[in-house]
């Protein structure tokens, strides 16, 4: 009997192996990066793959679930982000780029940036799903050029430990601002300025 369908209906798809799960989640990215996390529903996901919106139950068991998912994914593109900015450069520029590409990813992805730090969970930004092409998050690369740093005598070895968690918290503080807070109103170029000025009071405080 053949199947009947009209302009309302969803097309049906046959996804094998994980397709429609990973089809899911590039959906969702895509209206994570449109509206941030509130965006992220499984109707409106299913709806853009053209499945029907129980086929999503398969692979995910709730809204939180595909926005856990999607979290990874965005974490994995800001740590993409990262590892482009900073390759081949020594210890102090890489640090330096990591931090200005981190302020440019809120900026130009707000959405995604949003999606990427709604956990309260640490181990959320360090495991492998949100981890760049070269298998580092954004964490991981932070803490490298730390040591880096280290290594080669630029920030002096009592000072090491524990230092990603104020650089982290400085700059993810001036993103937030940036693109939720007071600062959202900076032009461009007074925002590159503020990102500037931090790098410059981070390299004084280390």
């Known amino acids: 009997m053949a199947s009947r369908s009209g302009p309302g209906t969803p097309k049906r798809e046959t996804y094998r192996h994980g397709d429609l799960r990973n089809a899911l989640i590039g959906a969702g990215v ?3 990066r449109e509206g ?17 919106p129980n086929a999503a139950y398969r692979h995910f068991a709730d809204r939180r ?5 999607v979290r990874q994914a965005a974490l994995a ?3 993409a982000e990262l590892e482009h900015a900073a ?18 990813f809120a900026q130009t992805q707000p959405g ?3 999606v990427a730090f709604t956990t309260s969970d640490l181990a959320d930004t360090g495991n492998e799903a949100a981890a760049g092409p070269g298998g580092a998050t954004a964490f991981d690369q932070l803490s490298a050029a730390l040591d880096e740093l280290a290594e080669s005598g630029a920030l002096p070895p009592e000072r090491r430990p524990g230092a990603e968690y104020v650089v982290w918290s400085a700059v993810h503080g001036l993103s937030v ?3 939720d ?15 500037e000025r931090l790098l410059d009071s981070i390299e004084r405080g280390l």
């Open 30 to 32: 895509e209206l994570a």
């Open 36 to 52: 941030g996390p509130d965006a992220v529903v499984l109707r409106e996901a299913t709806r853009r793959v053209g499945v029907v």
């Open 65 to 69: 679930a595909l926005l856990a998912a």
């Open 77 to 79: 593109e800001l740590a």
């Open 87 to 104: 390759a081949e450069l020594d210890a102090r520029a890489r640090l330096r780029a990591l931090v200005l590409r981190y302020l440019d």
């Open 112 to 114: 995604l940036f949003r």
């Open 177 to 179: 601002l940036l693109i």
């Open 181 to 195: 807070g007071p600062l959202r109103g900076l032009l461009p170029v007074e925002a590159q300025e503020a990102g």
